[in-house]
């Protein structure tokens, strides 16, 4: 079983930058999309990146284009997430994803992490 680990997190005041891993527990990780989303108190998951891990398109949410970059290290199984410009509103628990499609929907998605948090204070 594939098991995803997410690290990165943490309390930043608004502007600040915040860089998120995801890191997979085995050499033969066979899905072919990794994503990160986000859930704030009371809201739904929402997708905010995805990356394919052959060869790196990626695709965004409106709301942090120009702000977020995801990106993969393949030798290192491990997706991350340079989030840069913060602001309060991207306040949330942040999960990694692996899925096979490079889409939004959350249960599509079949692997999960147990999230992080991120603050971002005003």
């Known amino acids: 079983q594939v098991q995803l680990v997410e690290s990165g997190g943490g309390l930043v005041q608004a502007g600040g930058s915040l860089r998120l891993s995801c890191a997979a527990s085995?050499?033969?990780?066979?899905?072919?999309?990794m994503g990160w989303f986000r859930q704030a108190p009371g809201k739904e998951r929402e997708f905010v990146a995805a990356?394919?891990?052959?060869?790196?398109?990626?695709r965004y949410t409106d709301s942090v284009k120009g702000r977020f970059t995801i990106s993969r290290d393949r030798p290192k199984n491990t997706v991350y997430l340079q989030m840069n410009s913060l602001k309060p509103e991207d306040t949330a628990v942040y999960y990694c994803?692996?899925?096979?499609?490079?889409?939004?929907?959350?249960?599509?998605?079949?692997?999960w992490g147990q999230g992080t948090q991120v603050t971002v204070s005003s």
């Open positions: 994803a692996a899925g096979d499609l490079l889409i939004t929907t959350p249960n599509r998605y079949a692997v």
């Open positions: 085995t050499r033969t990780f066979s899905y072919s999309v």
């Open positions: 990356i394919t891990w052959t060869y790196g398109n990626t």
